[in-house]
């Protein structure tokens, strides 16, 4: 098969946005850093003919210019792009002094497709190496807004992957590639042809293949072929929109953030909405980004003339948190100004100002100024200003913030208001409120006609989120449940009715019981431990939510978990979580603390008492009278996006909610949501389940919701919330069932087996075809072992021992795996199956096991005096030592072999260990190895042993030149070397060869020892 040419592909895309429609030209002869810069400075002079007085820019001049755009990161090009209003300038000092100095205009994004700006596309650029040891590149396409390169495309053909192109750039990343002209690097494109991705610039440690972004049509339709992504993405005004207008600046993470394609199309749709003065809300998935786009929303809303005032409405709790943050932040180096109402006299200074900011409010400030303006006789001039505004009021959680009685009462006051609702869960007649009079019911009703939406079944498709995985537990069995619907109510016919009927008959306060509680605690803590990715290790774990019913509820959990962390609890916690994480749990509560309902001292006293178990915990000094600040602490702790949480010392692992954080609360690396209560609506279900389904890293495949009680409710609720709000049926949002994925594993494993019956096997696969249908069948394989282990009800030992297979068996075929897909990269056949080359394996990986838990096991076992019992070896808890020693060879093989040694002879002689402790014996045997190794290396190559030792123990793999090195080298003695060895090594060689052996034997035969 004959595949396209990149530079076909490349010519392709010159021909299309150099079409007479586009406003891109074509400039080949830019291929050169040098001849970028002149083109650059011919612009620059041409545009600021007037601000240089006719004297162009001397080269002094240009320098200063040349240092000033030579960008840190991209975040800090980002920040000068913004400019003063829209316009990226640069200042230069004058040559001659009596000239001053001059601000230049470099780039105005208020001036898209017109006024000064010029767009050109290169290609072939020739990227000179940074270093002697670099390597000189060409880059594929790039495209400049005035002779700045702000968005680069790298290009594979169809032989090869997306994700090939994308490596290409952190490749180039790391070798430095993207510094000077080309550090205002903004937007990456990467693409084989057929599959195309975008994301926003960033440095290598932080361009993550999670956040590339596949473009897709108003009607969410995908947009993969590299013509098409083009056609829609590239070409003028859509691109310099992008960079200018559809990206935002996060101040506080110090990175760009590029809109994906549904945001674009939801803010089209509101502006095209304006321009008949039409309402409408946005329905985009909780989790998909809804407060980023209802900020662009309104902040672009202020770039229509027609329009006064863009007021963003917020629920007034968002107003302290995360939305309030999130929308400063985005704000920071933007041209259009922020400004929170601190009250409501402000609120009417900025109606009343002609400055064109945005303004956050909430409803209830929003009202209370209405009524005082109502108040006013109707000849006051600052009423009817007020009154006559063309007010654009756009509303993110737009249920929760405005309700239709608060919204009543703007729309009869102001003459021209239009609403913009932002809702993850519209509600539908389905769903629909209570009547009350006329009032709106419905989201249509609301606010009008659905302007864009993005439901979570695309959100999923498009990896913008996660899938769901549900799991119903109950601390009540069957048996149970019939014997408490017969005690409430003899008589009953139980035998007669399904398990949804039962529950609907029971009171939930069956559940509210310190014995259920303690089920459900000892679930969370110890039957949890992949849901919240504790294997992961200390820092690298996920968080979660526990939700109950009543802040009684949520009380009385809070003391029983911390009765469980003191050891005064019949709940333990078990050897393997501790293993994990030895802190493990930190927990935290939040709920609303008012002071005239019922109960109101006691919550007091209560939250007091568990904020000071919270400032011991984390050292902080927070009391009542700041309880804000404190709510706001638990936030970041439990979100973890700043990177100082990503320390474990910094860590909460679970907060205990009654209704807070479980709607507008944003945190990736939060999991799990576990739940103590009975069902909730529709749109409430599918808020709470959206605080764990946000992407986050490789290993976290699902949003996880664990339910414990009332089961059969709580599935049927969970159908109907699905169905209502996946466009699409639950089957796609939700994982799969255990049953659904055993059967899947299944089918995958026979394939497998009857292709390839033993690792062995796969060498007697000659022809290429096998060879395919191998690598295709473990990549499916792969997959869906992948998935299985999700599931609680998957158990490691059971499978092994059912299928017939263990984790070496599926290293070994994972090795095998690894050879062909080596030896097929350049077949030309590979599509027919549809492999993917790039296939990177998901389930099977080496497990780490802690060597000081594995230690401190084998010391508990020399202490015990059944040990020296003849049939100790065959106990479980040798078993168990055997099984870790087992799972450390599969990281550490050297060392598993001493450790194994050193076992086996204690179980031959315990008697000869009463007086000795493993650490010790085992670090003899390594203390005697390495010297072994170090006297035989010194020997060999006449190198003094003290300085060689120095050179071992300062050994990091990460520094290119050692401590100790250059001693070691000075003083090795080459005549003395040469005498024992003529055949030897020259003396021009004889250091580097110290170097490379030195490296060679540290990396082999040393480290394999080192446990840290």
């Not at 401590?963 to 021009?988: C, F, T």
């Amino acid at each position: 098969m004959q595949f396209e040419s990149e530079a076909r592909m490349e010519q392709k895309i010159i021909d299309l946005l150099t079409r007479e429609e586009s406003k891109w030209n074509y400039c080949p002869e830019l291929n050169t850093e040098q001849k970028l810069w002149d083109n650059f400075f011919y612009y620059l002079e041409l545009h600021n003919i007037q601000r240089l007085n006719g004297t162009f820019l001397t080269e002094q001049e240009k320098h200063q210019i040349k240092n000033q755009l030579n960008f840190t990161t991209f975040y800090d090009a980002a920040v000068w792009l913004r400019g003063e209003n829209g316009v990226a300038k640069v200042d230069v000092q004058r040559e001659d002094a009596s000239l001053g100095k001059v601000r230049l205009n470099v780039i105005n994004s208020q001036e898209i497709a017109g006024g000064d700006s010029v767009y050109q596309i290169i290609n072939q650029f020739q990227s000179d190496k940074k270093s002697p040891q670099g390597q000189s590149h060409r880059f594929d396409l790039t495209l400049m807004i005035n002779g700045i390169p702000l968005i680069h495309f790298e290009l594979k053909n169809r032989r090869e992957s997306f994700i090939n192109a994308f490596n290409q750039v952190k490749r180039y990343l790391e070798a430095g590639k993207f510094t000077g002209i080309f550090s205002a690097i903004q937007m990456f494109v990467v693409s084989n042809g057929t599959d195309t991705r975008y994301i926003a610039a960033a440095s290598k440690e932080r361009l993550k293949e999670t956040f590339l972004t596949r473009w897709v049509d108003p009607e969410n339709e995908p947009v993969n072929n590299y013509l098409e992504f083009s056609a829609n993405v590239l070409t003028i005004p859509e691109a310099h929109h992008m960079v200018a207008n559809y990206s935002v600046l996060d101040k506080d993470r110090k990175s760009i953030i590029l809109l994906r394609p549904y945001q674009i199309h939801a803010i089209e749709s509101v502006k095209q909405a304006t321009k008949t003065q039409q309402s409408g809300y946005v329905w985009h998935t909780t989790g998909s980004g809804k407060t980023l786009t209802s900020y662009k929303v309104a902040r672009n809303l202020l770039q229509i003339p027609s329009i006064d005032k863009s007021i963003f409405v917020v629920d007034r709790k968002d107003l302290n948190l995360q939305t309030s943050e999130a929308f400063l932040s985005y704000a920071e180096n933007d041209v259009i100004d922020v400004n929170d109402s601190e009250n409501v006299y402000d609120l009417m200074k900025k109606l009343v100002s002609t400055d064109r900011t945005l303004i956050v409010t909430t409803i209830q400030k929003l009202n209370i100024l209405i009524k005082r303006l109502q108040e006013r006789d109707d000849s006051d001039p600052q009423k009817k200003k007020i009154q006559s505004l063309r007010v654009s009021f756009v509303v993110d959680e737009c249920h929760r913030a405005v309700t239709p009685q608060q919204q009543q009462i703007v729309n009869e006051f102001f003459q021209y208001p239009m609403w913009y609702g932002f809702t993850g869960t519209p509600i539908f007649k389905e769903n629909a409120r209570a009547a009350m009079g006329d009032l709106a019911r419905t989201t249509e009703q609301q606010y009008g006609e659905c302007l864009h939406q993005y439901t979570v079944k695309e959100a999923i498709n498009d990896k913008a989120v996660l899938a769901f995985q549900v799991e119903y537990k109950s601390t009540i069995d069957e048996d149970q449940l019939d014997h408490l619907i017969l005690e409430q109510n003899p008589g009953t016919n139980v035998n007669q009715m399904t398990l949804i009927e039962k529950e609907a008959m029971i009171d939930p306060v069956i559940y509210e019981n310190d014995e259920h509680r303690l089920q459900v605690i000892d679930s969370i803590i110890n039957r949890s431990q992949s849901k919240l990715g504790l294997n992961k290790g200390p820092g690298n774990s996920y968080s979660a939510i526990f939700t109950t019913n009543s802040i009684r509820n949520a009380q009385r959990y809070y003391e029983l978990f911390q009765e469980v962390i003191r050891g005064e609890s019949p709940i333990t916690i078990r050897e393997q979580v501790k293993k994990y994480i030895s802190d493990f749990p930190k927990i935290a509560i939040t709920y609303s603390v008012g002071t005239n309902e019922d109960g109101a001292d006691v919550n007091q006293e209560k939250m007091w008492q568990s904020i000071q178990d919270y400032n011991e915990m984390f050292g902080m000094s927070f009391s009542m009278e700041n309880i804000d600040s404190y709510n706001k602490d638990v936030n970041n702790r439990l979100a973890r996006k700043a990177e100082v949480y990503q320390n474990r010392s910094e860590q909460l692992d679970l907060v205990i909610v009654v209704d807070r954080l479980l709607t507008g609360f944003d945190a990736p690396s939060l999991s799990t949501l576990f739940m103590d209560r009975p069902p909730m609506k529709p749109q409430h279900l599918i808020q709470a389940f959206s605080r764990t389904n946000r992407i986050y890293d490789k290993d976290k495949q699902y949003g996880q919701i664990v339910t414990f009680q009332l089961p059969e409710t709580y599935k049927e609720s969970v159908r109907e919330a699905f169905v209502l709000y996946s466009n699409g049926g639950e089957d796609f949002i939700q994982a799969p069932s255990w049953a659904e994925s055993l059967y899947e594993f299944e089918e995958a494993w026979q394939t497998l087996q009857d292709i390839a019956p033993t690792p062995e096997s796969v060498d007697s696969l000659t022809s290429e075809a096998e060879k395919r249908k191998f690598a295709k069948a473990f990549q499916v394989f792969d997959k869906a072992y992948a998935v299985i282990q999700v599931y609680s009800d998957y158990d490691k030992e059971q499978f092994e021992h059912k299928y017939h297979y263990n984790n070496e068996t599926l290293e070994d075929y994972n090795g095998k795996y690894v050879n062909i897909i080596e030896e097929l990269r350049n077949d030309t056949e590979v599509e027919q199956l549809e492999l993917d080359i790039e296939y990177q394996i998901q389930s099977i990986h080496n497990e780490k096991i802690d060597y000081d838990y594995l230690l401190n096991l084998m010391e508990i076992s020399r202490r015990n005096e059944k040990a020296k019992e003849r049939d100790y070896r065959d106990s479980d808890d040798a078993k168990q030592i055997e099984k870790y020693i087992a799972d450390l060879s599969k990281s550490k093989p050297e060392l598993a072999k001493v450790v194994q040694k050193v076992w086996q002879e204690y179980l031959e002689a315990p008697e000869l260990y009463e007086d000795k402790t493993f650490p010790t014996v085992i670090n003899q045997y390594v203390e005697n190895y390495t010297q072994q190794s170090l006297h035989q290396f010194a020997d060999e190559w006449k190198v003094d042993l003290n300085d060689l030792d120095f050179f071992v123990d300062n050994y990091d793999i990460h520094r290119d030149r050692q401590i100790g090195e250059s001693d070691l080298l000075q003083r090795a003695d080459y005549d003395e070397y040469k005498s024992v060895n003529p055949n030897g090594v020259k003396k021009l060689r004889y250091n580097k060869s110290i170097r490379e052996e030195s490296t060679k034997m540290v990396i082999e035969e040393i480290l394999p020892f080192k446990t840290d």
